[in-house]
T-cell receptor
Framework: DTAVSQTPKYLVTQMGNDKSIKCEQN?????MYWYKQDSKKFLKIMFS???????INETVPNRFSPKSPDKAHLNLHINSLELGDSAVYFC?????????????FGPGTRLTVT | GEDVEQSLFLSVREGDSSVINCTYT??????LYWYKQEPGAGLQLLTY?????DMKQDQRLTVLLNKKDKHLSLRIADTQTGDSAIYFC???????????FGSGTRLSIRP
């Protein structure tokens, strides 16, 4: 299936731990994103990469570090997890060539920090 | 600044039309979107409209844009139970810039 996939779907961990969320898209898109959706469903962009280069970096704590090994993958590593990091994290991708507005979202990773 | 606002809830009877409203503050917004999020799923792009358009129709969906009032609406004709979801209004300045999302409107359908 052509899609944006994320692993894991659920992640439960304790404060202070370090964890990673992986994202892969097989749509041939050039741009990938990470979004955070809080408990009130408010969705906010965190990062955007275009062809492995960081192009958007919102005011996100530097405990969050995105890594793009190739243009089909964008992983999110989080150090020293805090309670406030609990949220659903969505990966998305979009094509270039004037269609960057068509963002395709993954199913989300629900992170719970205890 | 950039801000997108929507009401949080809407309840409609099955078969009626649903109208979800949105206001935005950034007058330089070029692209305006409606996304749908079903329970436990990611967001799905439903439709979009360019700021130089007033209306866009796609099957049961009609998007109206009042650029002067910075008001966007999504009308769903003949609302079905499968339309139950959260609908997000969003905007961006260009196809390459970040998308700013509203808080989402939860649409519920009454039998």
């Amino acid at each position: 299936d052509t899609a944006v996939s994320q692993t894991p779907k659920y992640l439960v961990t304790q404060m202070g731990n370090d964890k990673s969320i992986k994202c892969e898209q097989n749509l041939g898109h050039d741009t990938m994103y990470w979004y955070k959706q809080d408990s009130k469903k408010f969705l906010k962009i965190m990062f955007s990469y275009n062809n492995k280069e960081l192009i958007i970096n919102e005011t996100v704590p530097n405990r969050f570090s995105p890594k793009s090994p190739d243009k089909a993958h964008l992983n999110l590593h989080i150090n020293s997890l805090e309670l406030g990091d609990s949220a659903v994290y969505f990966c998305a991708s979009s094509p270039e060539g004037g269609r960057g507005y068509e963002q395709y979202f993954g199913p989300g990773t629900r992170l719970t920090v205890t | 600044g950039e801000d997108v606002e929507q009401s949080l809830f809407l309840s409609v009877r099955e078969g009626d039309s649903s109208v979800i409203n949105c206001t935005y503050t950034d007058s330089s917004s070029t692209y305006l979107y409606w996304y749908k999020q079903e329970p436990g799923a990611g967001l799905q792009l439903l439709t979009y409209i360019f700021s130089n358009m007033d209306m866009k129709q796609d099957q049961r969906l009609t998007v109206l844009l009042n650029k002067k009032d910075k008001h966007l609406s999504l009308r769903i004709a003949d609302t079905q139970t499968g339309d139950s979801a959260i609908y997000f209004c969003a905007e961006s300045m260009s196809s390459a810039s970040k998308i700013i999302f509203g808080s989402g409107t939860r649409l519920s359908i009454r039998p």
